[in-house]
């Protein structure tokens, strides 16, 4: 991805690259900084709360309410310590979700995807990585989860302009958790029914390090 000024135009809220990808690696802790102040940190929503474990509506109004609801998960995934967040995860019903993650090149990535979609890529790009793999709903528990090491994204910015994103190694990894969030999916679901059960035991066993919402 070019990241000079001279090969990205300006569209939307983000500049893209001479591919049409978004550029999300430049001005990241000013960009970061700008969504979590004018936020509020919300609690996060944990695995048995309904809202994660259903298909989350499309957004077609993009609006103010939604800039603030972007703030809003910019604020909780900074308590939270997270490196991505969907917006079931504070227990609101839409395809939104953002992300503040490096990739495996040390690169930061900081920006926000509505709408999301995964791309289905061809058998050359799916390269696995078999990484641990964690959850902000899912608290205190890790397993090994085979993914992609590649993934691109298309979806919408705030202001509803289409956008792509693209990702490697751990940004990867990023991209294709929050996109399953928006679909029901956690990513415990895609465990063997022994590694699932030790996630719920470790989280069952923890303590979670940022407010939760307690599953009645």
Do not use: W
């Not at 690169?107 to 790009?125: F, Q, S, T, W, Y």
């Not at 022994?194 to 470790?202: G, H, I, N, S, V």
């Amino acid at each position: 991805m070019s990241q000079q000024g001279t090969d990205q135009e300006q569209t939307g809220v983000y500049a893209v690259d001479d591919e049409g990808f978004i550029v999300d690696t430049e001005d990241t802790e000013e960009r970061e900084t700008a969504h979590r102040e004018r936020g509020t940190s919300r609690p996060i929503t944990v695995v048995g709360n309904p809202v994660l474990h259903r298909e989350c509506k499309d957004v077609t109004e993009f609006d103010d309410e939604l800039a603030q609801l972007i703030d809003d998960m910019f604020a909780s995934q900074r308590t939270a310590e997270g490196v991505g967040l969907a917006a079931n995860q504070i227990g609101v019903d839409l395809k939104v979700f953002v992300y503040d993650c490096m990739d495996d090149e040390g690169k930061r990535h900081v920006g926000h995807v509505i709408n999301p979609v995964l791309v289905d890529l061809p058998a050359e790009l799916r390269v696995l990585d078999e990484s641990n793999e964690g959850c902000l709903s899912v608290p205190t528990a890790y397993a090994e989860l085979a993914r992609p090491d590649y993934a691109e994204v298309t979806g919408q910015d705030m202001k509803g302009n289409p956008i792509k994103v693209r990702g490697t190694g751990y940004f990867a990894r990023c991209l294709q958790h929050e996109t399953d969030h928006l679909y029901g999916f956690l990513y415990i679901d895609k465990l063997s029914k022994r590694d699932r059960k030790d996630a719920l035991r470790q989280m069952e066993e923890g303590t979670p390090r940022y407010p939760v919402v307690p599953n009645e």
